[in-house]
């Protein structure tokens, strides 16, 4: 149902928040990484307060708008009126990463069937393609240990991530953190491409070409630099413009 404009409610940075999160939410839907309504979504709103703002549990990714955002504090207790409620088991996983990275403003978290494929895999992701090259530069392990809902994992989610920007979740799916949603959406595509590369590369049936050492080492290095944080910055206004062409109420 539609609801009522936040814009007026809250600064503009936390209105510019909203309207690049409902953005990201559309385009998680358009690229079709969506799992019905059971992936989530957050981004720490800048303050001491330790905000969110995270997906109306219910609401499917392509009806997200910037008003329809929930803010949250760190316990998933919703901060504003909203007939729609969150999803405090779905938070966990973002709560804690928000916790123990002051530098992750934004996390996302996918069930696609590529992710969960590779997840699957013993050998985890297979250096074969030039994206998984950019993955395996800042990538993490963490295993399954059920549907994430208990506390005393939480620190094993930190400890497995690290200081890393990629955590493929074991028999569940892939996770990218950032310091902007641009930056997050960029890690997320890359990593979700390198998974669909590698099982249709798999699916041919012959014997795959692995990528040379030195080449990972000289990839490692740049990406060290920081310069490839750059490029969610390049193809985020982009984005925004192919969803502009569809359907601008993301932005109410």
């Not at 028999?171 to 960029?186: C, E, K, P, Q, R």
């Not at 070409?209 to 630099?225: G, H, L």
Request: proline letters at 4%; hydrophobic letters at 40%.
């Amino acid at each position: 149902m539609p609801l009522a404009s936040m814009k007026d409610q809250v600064s503009p940075e936390e209105w510019e928040l909203r309207v690049n999160l409902a953005a990201l939410y559309r385009l998680t839907a358009l690229y079709g990484w969506t799992d019905l309504v059971f992936t989530h979504i957050s981004v720490r709103i800048p303050g001491p307060e330790h905000h969110f703002l995270i997906n109306p549990f219910g609401m499917l990714f392509e009806e997200i708008t910037a008003s329809s955002l929930i803010k949250v504090d760190q316990h998933c207790n919703k901060l504003h009126d909203s007939p729609y409620p969150v999803n405090p088991a779905g938070f966990t996983i973002h709560s804690c990463i928000h916790e123990g990275r002051e530098d992750v403003g934004c996390v996302m978290h996918t069930h696609t069937r590529a992710g969960v494929g590779v997840s699957a895999q013993k050998a985890g992701v297979l250096r074969i393609s030039q994206q998984s090259t950019y993955v395996l530069a800042s990538l993490a392990y963490h295993d399954y240990e059920g549907v994430a809902l208990r506390d005393d994992e939480k620190p094993r989610l930190q400890r497995d991530l690290g200081m890393n920007n990629f955590l493929m979740l074991r028999n569940h799916g892939l996770l990218t953190v950032g310091s902007t949603i641009a930056d997050t959406f960029l890690a997320m595509y890359v990593f979700e491409t390198t998974c669909q590369i590698q099982l249709a590369a798999q699916a041919g049936g012959s014997e795959l070409i692995v990528i040379p050492d030195e080449v990972q080492s000289d990839i490692d290095k740049v990406m060290a630099t920081g310069l490839a944080g750059m490029g969610g910055q390049i193809a985020w206004p982009a984005m925004l413009r192919k969803l502009d062409k569809i359907d601008t109420s993301y932005r109410n």
